[in-house]
């Protein structure tokens, strides 16, 4: 099993209707297969906020992914 930590902030906390999350996943999983559980958990809207509007399949200046203290 693996522990994700989660802190939402504008404008994802918005949609999640909190800031701060832990989900625990059965298996590891790939960023891609993180993706579709954020669609499918959060729905379209949020999923949607991941990605830049103007520039095709680049993150939205939105998302930073720290993992063990190292930004992405």
């Known amino acids: 099993m693996i522990s994700l930590k989660f802190r939402f902030e504008p404008p994802f906390n918005e949609i999640t209707k909190g800031t701060n999350q832990i989900i ?3 298996n ?3 960023i891609k297969e993180l993706l579709e ?3 499918e958990h959060f729905g379209e809207k949020f999923y949607e906020l991941l990605w ?3 520039k095709r399949d680049e993150f939205s200046s939105f998302l930073s992914i ?3 203290g190292r930004s992405y």
């Open 66 to 68: 720290i993992i063990n």
């Open 52 to 54: 830049d509007k103007k």
């Open 37 to 39: 559980f954020f669609k």
């Open 24 to 26: 625990n996943f059965e």
């Open 28 to 30: 590891e999983l790939t």
